[in-house]
């Protein structure tokens, strides 16, 4: 057992250990930063070694796929609207509704907490749409995953390429029904981190926060713009201009490991792989749209079944790894670690006023503000005539 201590900050919060342990002696805690590692009941353990072999870190399942690429949307704009980039999952978990199965992904809870959970009727897939940008919990997903499978039932688990590898060493064996869709991910924030930064919110506004939508097309339409709701009142604008988004984007709150990511690659966990496809609009014009376009990445023999399915809901374009890549650096490396990172926790269990203003103030940029707000139509002639 004490191979996962070795692990330290590697770890990157699967569960796949806990929930493989026959004595049930592994529990997650809580770091000093807000994040879960795994902590051993050392008198019950019987150092078995089950822990080890499902960890998908420690004992990595080999992928030898070479992706085919696609942009694309979605044809239901509503949807669309309402998801991250081209809307492409929805389609995707109505599939495996249709023939009874049960979808797993990531949601907030009621008190905004993102959670895993499972999703069996299509009422309820709107919780699982949107990006969330801080660590999910997985607690007893995988296990629930399993019994599922075991009765016969199609599974579909979305998450980023560890939690998907995480489930795939924890099943230990390839299952017909169950398909996976991993995120091109660039890092996870502390859910303690997150948690703080809503109850600051709140108290700012004087009003508990409803809603904190990473993505949101509502007043811009697709990039990097939030909105928060409280109170039947919101607000919304650059990720650039709010302080936890911000040091998001500027990679200085990831989990430790995330920065030494061992499926941040091409050769992805996932049946398929979902993504933006940022630089459409200069890769192929006509394909662009204000609603979003998604990167896919069909990985495996059952993604192209899947894939081919769709095709009656589905608009896309033949797209090149190349171009996915350039536009999508975590298909090739992990995000860069910064220098702040050392201390960028500190302080935040404290005053959390004065930690948001000495760690993560965000200078104003006039520049950034007018570029965001720009058409795209208008970049690519500004960019054209930059050009001549």
């Not at 805690?29 to 822990?51: D, I, L, R, S, T």
């Not at 004992?59 to 690429?69: I, K, R």
């Not at 999952?89 to 109505?94: H, Y």
């Not at 939508?213 to 919101?234: I, M, V």
Request: include cysteine.
């Amino acid at each position: 057992m004490n191979n996962i201590s070795i692990l330290g900050k590697d770890c990157c919060g699967c569960t796949a250990c806990e929930q493989i342990c026959p004595k049930n002696c592994i529990s997650f805690k809580e770091n000093n930063e807000g994040f879960m590692y795994p902590v051993v009941e050392q008198a019950v353990c019987v150092n078995c070694g089950a822990c080890t072999k499902h960890c998908p870190v420690l004992n990595p399942l080999p992928t030898e796929n070479v992706p085919t690429v696609y942009a694309a949307k979605y044809r239901d704009n509503q949807t669309t609207a309402k998801s991250t980039s081209g809307g492409i999952f929805i389609p995707i978990a109505k599939n495996t509704l249709a023939n009874g199965g049960i979808v797993y992904g990531c949601a907030y809870d009621e008190n905004l907490a993102a959670r895993h959970i499972a999703v069996e009727n299509e009422n309820e897939l709107f919780r699982l749409q949107g990006s969330k940008y801080v660590q999910s919990d997985l607690s007893g997903i995988y296990s629930r995953i399993k019994a599922d499978l075991e009765s016969d039932r199609y599974v579909l688990f979305s998450g980023t390429g560890c939690q998907v590898a995480g489930l795939r060493s924890f099943l230990g064996r390839e299952y017909e029904k169950l398909t996976t869709v991993d995120i091109v991910c660039h890092g996870v924030p502390s859910p303690r981190l997150f948690a703080r930064y809503i109850d600051y919110l709140g108290k700012k506004l004087g009003e508990p926060v409803k809603s904190y939508n990473f993505r949101s097309k509502k007043r811009h339409g697709w990039g990097l713009f939030y909105e928060l709701e409280w109170d039947k009142k919101s607000k919304g604008g650059s990720g650039f201009d709010d302080p936890y988004y911000n040091a998001f984007l500027n990679c200085k709150t990831y989990r430790e490991g995330c920065y030494s990511c061992r499926f941040a690659n091409c050769n992805r966990q996932g049946d398929i792989t979902l993504a933006d496809f940022w630089g459409i609009e200069y890769i192929n014009p006509k394909f662009y749209s204000k609603n979003g376009v998604s990167l896919v990445l069909v990985n495996t023999e059952k993604g192209k079944k899947l894939w081919i399915s769709l095709d009656n809901c589905i608009d896309s374009a033949d797209s090149t790894l190349e171009q996915a890549v350039k536009m999508n650096k975590n298909l090739s490396a992990p995000s860069s670690r910064p220098d702040c990172r050392n201390s960028i926790y500190e302080g935040f269990d404290g005053d959390f006023e004065e930690y948001v203003a000495k760690k993560l103030y965000v200078k104003p940029d006039i520049k950034r503000k007018i570029k965001a707000v720009v058409p795209v139509s208008l970049k690519g002639r500004i960019k054209h005539m930059l050009k001549k």
